[in-house]
């Protein structure tokens, strides 16, 4: 049975502390001919703590997720690549599909020798963690999923445009200028090929598949994922649980990294498939 409680009561569970950010450094990795950058975290973990892969979301890169990285840096080895075609990575000629930006990834952490690992992702990379996960599964041991796209209702390029218009006025100022230079990198030829991929893809018939514990992650105010999407989501998969993060808009891993580190700290310390819910309680899918 899913339950879930109110995120305030964590911050009165001094095992969630953040603890002091550290600096990440920067990496390249050839990988099957193809060079790969990625920010990787400096402080020495603990042994037996899990190892984290940050996973971004459409035409950006591994830069929106640098706060996250940071509040999750004291305690876990975080890894935050950015993939094929994104970023500062090698730019392939042709798109990659979310198969095969999946399998890049699954590439790279063999060859950086990470894993099993805990994939969080945000937006499209929830779509590339759910592909993940079903074909190497060896290499994950769980998953945070920060507002999954694509609901059905909203499966078109039009849809997405409203909904993403609507968040860029709820983001912080700073989320234009990270987010708008990788759009510019990134460029509108791959944007529109991988939009199109990512509402071809259907989540929802993946879930079933993603067979590990998994955490469901949406801003409160979060127009592109709507909450009974959201619920839907958490409810879909085998080991599925709901948080919302109240009064954040979409990437919650950039405008909210430290309420974001409150739940899922706990969620990678758990480490078992028994597991209690955490977050605030959002409805019938929670």
């Known amino acids: 049975m899913k339950s879930c409680r109110f995120l305030g009561e964590l911050w009165q569970d001094p095992s969630v502390a953040i603890g002091p950010a550290t600096e990440l450094e920067d990496r390249w990795t050839q990988v099957a001919g193809q060079t790969f950058f990625a920010r990787v975290s400096r402080t020495p973990i603990a042994a037996g703590s899990i190892d984290v ?9 591994s830069a929106y997720m640098v ?65 993940f996960v079903r074909r190497h ?29 609507i968040d860029i006025w709820r983001e912080p100022w700073s989320a234009w200028i990270v987010q708008g230079i990788d759009y510019l990198k990134f460029g509108p030829r791959r944007l529109i090929v991988t ?10 018939a993946e879930l079933a598949y993603v067979q590990v514990p998994t955490l469901v992650v949406r801003g409160e105010r979060d ?53 209690p819910s955490i977050g605030r309680r959002s409805g019938p899918g929670c």
């Open 53 to 61: 892969v940050l996973v971004h979301g459409l035409a950006v890169s």
């Open 67 to 131: 706060p996250t990285a940071l509040a999750l840096s004291a305690h876990h080895r975080v890894f935050a690549p950015d993939l094929p075609g994104f970023g500062r990575s090698d730019k392939p000629r042709r798109v990659l599909s979310i198969r095969e930006l999946a399998d890049a990834l699954a590439a790279w952490m063999v060859a950086v020798r990470v894993g099993p690992a805990a994939l969080i992702g945000n937006s499209l990379g929830c779509q590339i963690i759910a592909d």
């Open 195 to 204: 939009l199109r991929d990512g509402l071809h893809d259907r989540l929802e």
């Open 223 to 275: 127009p592109i994922v709507p909450q009974d999407w959201a619920e839907g989501v958490a409810r879909l998969l085998p080991n599925g649980r709901l948080v919302v993060i109240p009064g954040a808009p979409h990437i919650v891993n950039f405008n909210a990294p430290n309420l974001l580190a409150q739940v899922v700290l706990p969620f990678l310390a758990e480490r078992t498939s028994a597991t």
């Open 137 to 165: 599964r060896a290499l994950v041991e769980r998953a945070v999923m920060i507002g999954p796209t694509m609901d059905p209702r909203g499966r078109t390029m039009a849809h997405q445009a409203w909904r993403l218009g």
